[in-house]
């Protein structure tokens, strides 16, 4: 453990107190063959990788995980905190929400369901897929080498299928049950700190909304139905009126008849980081109404309907828990969810998410979180590294980057673990003294990148 580099044990230090003095050693071993490994994110890959093939006591990294004892939840709360002093010092948080299926078949895994594949699905055609449904938190910052926002993931649930829940006698919950507990376990962890979540239209649940405006609120952005039933607040109570308070005032139109009304008085603005693109021209029209259903608690919101000058994708309607947010704030936030699909694409090319093979209960429920926090540990690396000099991107003929990815920063932490001089060793122990240098730092480059 003396041989790893300093960088690399400070952040690992704070996660000490989550493992006993017994398994931490095997704990940073299985961090770094995670790093290295190329291909599949198994536990025999993480040891081939690290030339412990022939080690006897191969069981013994298994245990780590389907056997050991320790708190995923303490982890992230750990990873939770580096990531804000590391970012995101002061100020609020602004979180992403996002659940993703990893594809699994196998009789022993017992938590899988049937559940639409967000992929390969479209609006037109529907594909099934067999597999674990997994809810993400994540946090959206700045990344200041990146020059973009960057999401996090830092806390992970398992959500099990609702057959899972009926053998086995449990009540079902639901995405937004678990997104609800969630998101009070982070304002638990972050006394103080505003929280502005962003989530797509799987969360426009008045119930859920108004449960998270209750103590100190939570402010969500997600989408809103163009025929949602929208009024006026509820007229103040007359001094000696009977009946019960009403709940809501006069009805008002509905958002799609307001996109087709020529009297709607559209403004023109700038909208930066605007899916892939640095800034774009968009119409808004916004106003405050509260959102009301039978047998539910009205909801006031603020709504913001978005249409694009261009005609290139189909107007749309966003809402705010929090009234005194501004339109461009809106967008500018829910923007940010894009990035939560970036990171479920990023973990599932280079961190080897979907490649796992435990079948054990305990096992697969703390897999597939580490696999996505694994995401947020090489941010922390990567700026940790590029602190002190300027990032290093990748380049090609036919691919012009000028700015750091993931992948990048990936590669920077294994060129750092995986040191050149180790192929200079290597290829004198073979006799091959003849290699130029820069064949070897080719070698190791391409050894870095490889997925």
């Known amino acids: 453990m003396t041989l790893l580099p300093r960088w690399f044990t400070g952040v690992l230090k704070e996660f000490a107190p989550v493992f006993s003095a017994r398994i931490w050693p095997q704990v940073h071993l299985l961090v770094v063959g995670a790093l290295l490994s190329p291909g599949k994110r198994t536990v025999t890959a993480a040891l081939r990788v690290l030339g412990l093939a022939d080690d006897p006591r191969f069981g013994t990294f298994h245990r780590l995980l389907n056997r050991a004892r320790w708190s995923s939840l303490q982890a992230s709360r750990v990873l939770l905190g580096?990531?804000?002093?590391?970012?995101?010092?002061?100020?609020?948080?602004?979180?992403?929400?996002?659940?993703?299926i990893e594809r699994r078949?196998?009789?022993?895994?017992?938590?899988?369901?049937?559940?639409?594949?967000?992929?390969?699905?479209?609006?037109?055609?529907?594909?099934?897929?067999?597999g674990l449904r997994w809810l993400s938190l994540m946090l959206l910052t700045p990344i200041p080498w990146a020059?973009?926002?960057?999401?996090?993931?830092?806390?992970t649930a398992l959500v099990p299928s609702q057959r899972y829940n009926e053998e086995r006698g449990h009540p079902h919950r639901t995405l937004t049950d678990w997104a609800r507990q969630m998101l009070r376990v982070v304002q638990r962890w972050c006394p103080g700190r505003q929280?502005?979540?962003?989530?797509?239209?799987?969360?426009?649940?008045?119930?859920?909304?108004?449960?998270?405006?209750?103590?100190?609120?939570?402010?969500?952005?997600?989408?809103?139905?163009?025929d949602a039933a929208l009024y006026d607040p509820a007229p103040e109570r007359r001094a000696g009126q009977m009946g019960r308070p009403r709940l809501k005032g006069d009805r008002l139109p509905t958002l799609a008849s307001r996109v087709h009304d020529p009297e709607t008085r559209w403004e023109r603005l700038q909208v930066g980081r605007w899916y892939g693109e640095t800034n774009r021209e968009v119409e808004i029209v916004s106003q405050t109404a509260v959102w009301y259903h039978n047998g539910l608690p009205p909801l006031p919101v603020r709504w913001v309907l978005v249409r694009d000058p261009k005609g290139k994708f189909s107007t749309q309607a966003l809402l705010c828990t929090n009234l005194l947010q501004t339109p461009i704030q809106i967008l500018e936030y829910f923007v940010q969810r894009w990035q939560l699909e970036v990171t479920f694409?990023?973990?599932?090319?280079?961190?080897?998410?979907?490649?796992?093979?435990?079948?054990?209960?305990?096992?697969?429920?703390?897999?597939?979180?580490?696999?996505?926090?694994?995401?947020?540990?090489v941010t922390l690396m990567a700026h940790e590294r590029w602190?002190?000099?300027?990032?290093?991107?990748?380049?090609a003929a036919w691919y012009a980057k000028t700015l750091p990815t993931f992948v990048d920063a990936l590669a920077e932490v294994r060129r750092a673990l995986w040191k050149v001089p180790t192929f200079r060793t290597f290829a004198s122990e073979r006799e091959m003294v003849q290699v130029p240098l820069e064949f070897i730092e080719r070698l190791t480059d391409a050894l870095c990148y490889a997925a």
């Open 195 to 226: 929280l502005i979540v962003v989530a797509d239209n799987a969360y426009a649940s008045i119930a859920w909304l108004h449960d998270l405006q209750q103590g100190y609120p939570i402010t969500v952005i997600t989408r809103l139905r163009l």
């Open 345 to 377: 694409e990023e973990v599932r090319a280079h961190l080897g998410v979907e490649t796992q093979r435990q079948w054990s209960d305990l096992a697969i429920a703390r897999t597939a979180p580490a696999l996505l926090g694994l995401f947020s540990l």
């Open 387 to 395: 602190q002190s000099h300027e990032p290093w991107v990748r380049r």
């Open 105 to 130: 078949t196998g009789a022993k895994i017992r938590a899988k369901g049937i559940y639409r594949d967000p992929v390969r699905s479209s609006h037109g055609h529907f594909v099934r897929a067999s």
């Open 147 to 155: 020059h973009r926002i960057w999401a996090l993931p830092f806390l």
């Open 82 to 100: 580096l990531l804000l002093m590391a970012l995101v010092p002061s100020g609020p948080l602004v979180l992403g929400l996002d659940d993703t």
